[in-house]
């Protein structure tokens, strides 16, 4: 066991209270020298702080509680890993909940975390949190920051990209290639996220007078499988030259499809995905697709919350992480395969 | 705020240092009476002990820490994933820590874990944990499960594969395809999974009379990149026609290599990976590899470690977890391509 207070103060012969007082930084009516000895000899003894009784005084525990939908898709997991390099390197653990997308596990997590303490939450969720879980949040002042949440309006602490226009930009970029017939592939549990790159396809289909068609649009799990099913489904119902899919873990499930189909990536069908995860640039072709800045998103929603728990009168600030095409070798124009 | 000890104080009249010890299960000289009002009356307030407090109490904490080398390294998320399902399930949640497999991080983790008093810990560590590290856990009286750690040469508590027996398995299947020309691509850190998986593979060259080249033998980082870049250099290199990766993710770059260089899998070049990941099966061609229970592992963990704390003076068993080969296609007989 280490060292403890008592050990201290049968050291220095000055009492407990003082010494918890000193060391709990409360300690300026007592001497210099005092303050000195004591500081001096907690040191020399390797002197910890019982965790425990320190929170109890501090009301901190230099812990934040991270809840994330799925933790073995390589998206979150290098959110979570962009969180806790900032996080450790200022002396933060994190907590890590996985909710498993599923909104109830994500309001008792909640609840957990605040039970324990945390001295503040990311919570990165494709669900409408229940009304109650923020009133839990405000009612106990724990700061929070929401990512991939955009849909509930808060005022500050939204660390977002704008969906919408991505999936605009994917599409875009489609069509100036030359192709017209151009499907897309969403997610079946009606996320947000999803939903608004789909509004950003259909937005820029009408704005270059492109007819869309409701078969080119097909759904599934935002898994690997999800992406192999919905993309079978398309390929083999459809005449799409071009297929927009809006995350790469679905992207390697599309390719998987188009292979057993014979479908040639690119010369058959071009294909954007959504995300940038590290793989996309080993797929075979190299997957064009729009990056998120995925390990920067978990940084900085690191960086807001420990500067929200240190200025808890603050507005915390909302910050639009950008967008980029990145464009490799599963997309070429239309004409170029005649 | 939650209700307080003080609050079922006034609500029943009885004493907060009788309502204390009722809750925290050391009231029975109090009359049945006095005990029942004071759970139902806990039960009416939703009262919920506070945390530190009961820690302090209990000296409990409901939390495992995790200490696992590369979060976004897709087996060992799977491997997370199995450990966290089995302590949710259970009320317990998990600390994580992601030492970049760096040893002097998991020496600093070891440390702050045991600080917050978390109930044990499961290493996942490719590398040999510093003595100090043993002797504090030892100190502490915390149990604790090592995987990936065989080397430790420790009594109990140890849930582990052969990589021996795997790297032979892998070997002997493309021997049985006649293959004699078999390169092998290993990590740079000379970690002891990976080093057994070489072993297994030379002695299995040995047992069948092929003599092995030491120019077959290529290092990188546990990467995609490192894959590709140990694969790219025995390609040029050499005149293999089969390949064990010893990771599934490097053999995700070896593919790139290979397609790069226009070489066909596996008509021109078999290639056996290890792991298992997800990605595994969606790879072009599929991926034969030597299959882990990955997320097994992590689930086995939890669950010895959860009954270690509630038997703290049995030793924890230790479990060998299978190894299957999975055959798909990126193997072939050699002749099929002559």
Same mark, same amino acid.
């Given at each position: 066991?280490?060292?403890?207070?008592?050990? =201290?103060?049968?050291?220095?012969?000055?009492?407990?209270?003082?010494?918890?007082?000193?060391?709990?930084?409360?300690?300026?009516?007592?001497?210099?020298?005092?303050?000195?000895?004591?500081?001096?000899?907690?040191?020399?003894?390797?002197? !910890?702080?019982?965790?425990?009784?320190?929170? /109890?005084?501090?009301?901190?525990?230099?812990?934040? &509680? /991270?809840? %994330?939908?799925?933790?073995?898709?390589?998206?979150?997991?290098?959110? %979570? !890993?962009?969180?806790?390099?900032?996080?450790?390197?200022?002396?933060? /653990?994190?907590?890590?909940?996985?909710?498993?997308?599923?909104?109830?596990?994500?309001?008792?997590?909640?609840?957990?975390?605040?039970?324990?303490?945390?001295?503040?939450?990311?919570?990165?969720?494709?669900? =409408?949190? $229940?009304?109650?879980?923020?009133?839990?949040?405000?009612?106990?002042?724990?700061?929070?920051?929401?990512?991939?949440?955009?849909?509930?309006?808060? *005022?500050?602490?939204?660390?977002?990209?704008?969906?919408?226009?991505?999936?605009?930009?994917?599409?875009?970029?489609?069509?100036?290639?030359?192709?017209?017939?151009?499907?897309?592939?969403?997610?079946?549990?009606?996320?947000?996220?999803?939903? *608004?790159?789909?509004?950003?396809?259909?937005?820029?289909?009408?704005?270059?007078?492109?007819?869309?068609?409701?078969?080119?649009?097909?759904?599934?799990?935002?898994?690997?499988?999800?992406?192999?099913?919905?993309?079978?489904?398309?390929?083999?119902?459809?005449?799409?030259?071009?297929?927009?899919?809006?995350?790469?873990?679905?992207?390697? &499930?599309?390719?998987?499809? $188009?292979? +057993?189909?014979?479908?040639?990536?690119?010369?058959?069908?071009?294909?954007?995905?959504?995300?940038? =995860?590290?793989?996309?640039?080993? /797929?075979?072709?190299?997957?064009?697709?729009?990056?998120?800045?995925?390990?920067?998103?978990?940084?900085?929603?690191? +960086?807001?919350?420990?500067?929200?728990?240190?200025?808890?009168?603050?507005?915390?600030?909302?910050?639009?992480?950008?967008?980029?095409?990145?464009?490799? *070798?599963?997309?070429?124009?239309?004409?170029?395969?005649?």
């Amino acid at each position: 066991m280490g060292a403890t207070i008592r050990d =201290i103060a049968e050291k220095t012969g000055v009492s407990i209270t003082t010494i918890s007082q000193i060391l709990n930084g409360k300690g300026s009516r007592f001497s210099e020298a005092t303050r000195n000895k004591v500081f001096q000899t907690a040191k020399d003894l390797a002197y !910890k702080p019982n965790f425990f009784a320190k929170n /109890m005084v501090t009301n901190r525990t230099n812990t934040i &509680g /991270m809840i %994330v939908p799925e933790v073995t898709d390589p998206f979150f997991s290098q959110m %979570v !890993k962009g969180a806790e390099d900032y996080l450790n390197a200022h002396d933060y /653990m994190i907590l890590l909940c996985n909710s498993s997308q599923d909104s109830a596990r994500e309001d008792l997590y909640v609840e957990e975390l605040l039970h324990r303490a945390v001295d503040g939450l990311i919570i990165a969720s494709p669900n =409408i949190l $229940a009304s109650n879980v923020f009133e839990q949040l405000e009612i106990r002042h724990k700061p929070y920051i929401l990512l991939d949440c955009k849909r509930h309006h808060r *005022e500050e602490g939204n660390i977002f990209i704008d969906d919408y226009e991505g999936g605009y930009m994917a599409t875009e970029y489609l069509i100036s290639l030359g192709h017209t017939q151009i499907g897309i592939i969403t997610s079946d549990d009606s996320f947000y996220s999803v939903e *608004e790159r789909l509004q950003g396809y259909l937005a820029c289909l009408e704005k270059h007078q492109v007819p869309g068609e409701s078969a080119w649009i097909s759904e599934g799990d935002q898994t690997m499988a999800g992406g192999y099913f919905a993309a079978k489904q398309l390929l083999t119902t459809t005449e799409i030259t071009a297929l927009f899919v809006t995350n790469d873990q679905m992207a390697v &499930g599309a390719y998987r499809a $188009a292979l +057993e189909l014979g479908i040639h990536i690119p010369n058959d069908l071009s294909i954007v995905g959504f995300d940038d =995860i590290e793989l996309a640039e080993y /797929m075979a072709p190299a997957l064009t697709t729009i990056r998120q800045p995925i390990y920067d998103i978990g940084k900085t929603a690191a +960086e807001y919350l420990l500067k929200a728990t240190q200025n808890p009168t603050e507005k915390i600030a909302n910050k639009k992480m950008p967008l980029d095409l990145i464009i490799r *070798e599963s997309t070429q124009k239309l004409d170029a395969r005649r």
